[in-house]
């Protein structure tokens, strides 16, 4: 079972950038797809970026396509979340997940079956 934490939230303001990072634990980090989800006060949480077990596959939900960028360091166990140009609508808790992988270079954002967790990081953005 693979234990998740998470780093690098803060407070920036509009147009900053921040790099969280998604250190892994306690199994094969190369055998799960990882995503990363945030969940603003009063809303869903929601899927922000997903990448495939071998780093060879991204997905992004439109909001944020061409500011944020999702990679893996398998060597490192560690997923990071590059977040460029950000709006005050960023704010949100920001976590990380993993599932097992289908080994597929969709499954890791169709399969959304994201069953290990972090405990979260806050960003905030300010205007």
């Known amino acids: 079972q693979v234990q998740l934490v998470e780093s690098g939230g803060g407070s920036v303001q509009a147009g900053g950038s921040l790099r969280l990072s998604c250190a892994a634990s306690?199994?094969?980090?190369?055998?799960?797809?990882m995503g990363w989800f945030r969940q603003a006060p009063g809303k869903e949480r929601e899927l922000v970026a997903t990448?495939?077990?071998?780093?060879?596959?991204?997905y992004y939900t439109d909001s944020v396509k061409g500011r944020f960028t999702i990679s893996r360091d398998n060597a490192k166990n560690t997923v990071y979340l590059q977040m460029n140009s950000l709006k005050p609508e960023d704010t949100a808790v920001y976590s990380c997940a993993a599932q097992k992988s289908a080994y597929t270079n969709t499954y890791h954002y169709t399969g959304r079956n994201y069953a290990y967790w972090g405990q979260g990081t806050q960003v905030t953005v300010s205007s």
């Open positions: 990448v495939s077990w071998s780093g060879s596959s991204t």
């Open positions: 306690g199994g094969t980090f190369s055998n799960y797809d």
